[in-house]
């Protein structure tokens, strides 16, 4: 049996990050919003103090125990049941990481508290850091993300901006549309605008495909965010997964045979063989699995990606 670790998770596959391994720093659920659609559930009190909630040489000695057994991962990610930036040990932790290994470190954050120097500082550590912002103004921010009496999209937005005049990495921006309440021409317009003041390098559309805190929260339509994407320009694609983890009807019939035939052909990574062959994420894991337990395929890394090829 693998070991079961407290603050380590996966490497899971993702649709952003390829395969990454979640260092959880914050305990359930110590955030600065209390997001109508967050999949962790209501935040019981929000809050801005930060504090190191998780211990970050408690964290460090599984990391380094996870490194010593062998970790293939494309990514490292800073994330927590809530707002990671909330752990006020975050800057050490990212130096002490890059001590152990050369895979990149990404931060997964509401970006609330970028206002904030420190927090700033301790994410110009990071590779790339993925923000999120899902309003254009004042009222739908606090209709969607109910923040903390102390967090403004003023203040969120002049945190970001700052930042990017700051880091040299990457900032993915993440965008969670909600049909009926952030989604309409101009809403879209004024969210645009503060986009552009953010300056991300890709901007990341989602939607309620999960369940949510509350439970009347509509999902915006494929065909809606696709519209969106198209207004919000070239660095913005839609990763939404509406395949709700089974395969896609159109794309169903794609079988562990046709991965294994494309295996044959040559090696390629997890987003490769998804890509290729058109299904999701998940159901390329499971043929995977499924041709790893059989023996006839293996796993290497290579340029901080895993790659499979056939034996
Ligand atoms: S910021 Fe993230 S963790 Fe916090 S409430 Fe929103 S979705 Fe949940």
Redesign the pocket.
Do not use: I, P, R
């Given at each position: 049996m693998p070991k079961e670790f407290k603050y380590l998770y996966g490497p899971v596959p993702s649709r952003r990050l390829g395969w990454s391994l979640g260092v959880d720093i914050v305990p359930l659920?110590v955030?600065?919003?209390?997001?109508i659609?967050?999949?962790?559930g209501r935040?019981p009190k929000t809050t801005v103090e930060r504090s190191e909630y998780v211990s970050i040489d408690s964290v460090l000695a599984e990391l380094t125990e996870r490194m010593e057994a062998g970790l293939e991962a494309d990514y490292i990610t800073i994330a927590g049941?809530?707002?990671p930036t909330l752990n006020s040990q975050l800057g050490k932790l990212l130096d002490a990481i890059k001590k152990i290994t050369d895979i990149p470190l990404t931060v997964l954050t509401?970006g609330t508290l970028f206002f904030r120097e420190d927090v700033r500082a301790d994410c110009l550590k990071a590779d790339v850091v993925l923000p999120?912002l899902d309003a254009g103004d004042e009222e739908t921010f606090r209709r969607i993300?109910r923040p903390h009496a102390d967090i403004s999209i003023e203040k969120l937005v002049s945190g970001l901006s700052a930042f990017r005049k700051e880091f040299s990495g990457l900032i993915w921006l993440e965008v969670f549309l909600v049909a009926g309440l952030n989604t309409n021409t101009q809403q879209i317009a004024a969210l645009k605008a503060l986009i552009e003041q953010i300056a991300p390098d890709k901007i990341h559309l989602n939607t309620a495909v999960r369940p949510t805190?509350e439970p009347d929260v509509a999902a915006a339509t494929h065909e809606k965010l696709v519209s969106i994407a198209a207004e919000l320009g070239e660095r913005c694609e839609v990763i939404a997964d509406f395949s709700g983890g089974l395969p896609l009807v159109a794309h169903a019939t794609a079988t562990a045979e046709d991965v294994f035939s494309m295996l044959k052909r040559r090696p390629c990574s997890l987003a490769d063989i998804s890509a290729g062959l058109s299904i999701p994420a998940n159901l390329t894991v499971k043929h995977l699995t499924t041709l790893q337990q059989q023996g006839l395929i293996e796993s290497y890394h290579k340029s901080r990606t895993v790659f499979f090829r056939a034996r």
């Open positions: 659920k955030c600065t919003l209390d997001c659609y967050c999949q962790l935040t049941s809530g707002e509401n999120s993300n805190a």
